[in-house]
């Protein structure tokens, strides 16, 4: 079992649907990355939040501690949203200060 | 141009090759990453650097060599590519403090492939 889960793996909406994507993991962390990823290949952070909740823009991240999952959401989605989302768990894991990734969720959304 | 560049963009070589993969930030941040990223394996940590001179392993450091002289400079070397090193490679920096409270800013990436 992979140490960070994210479903679903693959996405498809229609412009200006409200989009959640999950990520869940089994080990403790101090913080929670979302990263997005553009169909060029280029990585950019969108989030780091290790309690409660984030907004920027039309992106909410939430993250529930207790449960150890997280969820990114997109209100009134776009085509240019289409990417592959990357969630990240970070803190001491197996003795050592590193980041663990999911596989990412391949978003895409229709005009 | 500041930020983070990785050079070559693309490279090809063959079994048995020695590679060098280039990375620059403009930032003076100290910490330094390389990822790999396959498909099925999502990113993963190859070495990582806190600072100059200032090295360590990640989760897959076999077949790579790492150094950091100058903060701004963080080049992987593969010491004698294999065809399991074909692979999109990603530098990333982050301010001080390390990964756990900073983002991470991703380079463009270096596509590898070795025949």
């Known amino acids: 079992k992979n140490e960070v889960e994210q479903s679903p793996q693959n996405l498809t909406a229609q412009e200006g649907e409200f989009i959640t994507i999950n990520c869940s993991y089994s080990?403790?962390?101090?913080?929670l990355h979302w990263l997005q990823q553009h169909p060029g290949g280029g990585i950019v952070s969108l989030f780091m939040l290790s309690s409660g909740k984030k907004k920027h823009g039309r992106l909410i991240a939430t993250i529930n501690i207790q449960e150890k999952h997280s969820s990114l959401h997109i209100t009134a989605s776009h085509p240019r949203d289409s990417a592959v989302y990357i969630c990240?768990?970070?803190?001491?894991?197996?003795?050592?200060?590193?980041?663990?990734f999911g596989q990412g969720t391949r978003l895409t959304i229709n005009p | 141009d500041a930020g983070i560049t990785q050079s070559p963009r693309y490279k090809i070589t063959e079994t048995g090759r020695q590679v060098t993969l280039m990375c620059h930030q403009t930032w003076s941040h100290s910490y330094m990453f390389w990822y790999r990223q396959d498909l099925g394996h999502g990113l993963r940590l190859i070495y990582y650097s806190a600072a100059a001179d200032i090295t360590d392993k990640g989760e897959v450091p076999d077949g790579y060599v790492v150094s950091r002289s100058k903060t701004e400079n963080f080049p992987l070397t593969l010491e004698s590519a294999t065809r399991s090193q074909t692979s999109v490679y990603f530098c990333?920096?982050?301010?001080?403090?390390?990964?756990?409270?900073?983002?991470?800013?991703f380079g463009p990436g270096t596509r590898l492939t070795v025949t």
């Open positions: 080990v403790g962390i101090s913080a």
């Open positions: 990333a920096s982050s301010e001080s403090a390390g990964v756990l409270f900073y983002e991470q800013y």
């Open positions: 990240a768990a970070g803190g001491i894991i197996q003795g050592a200060q590193k980041l663990v």
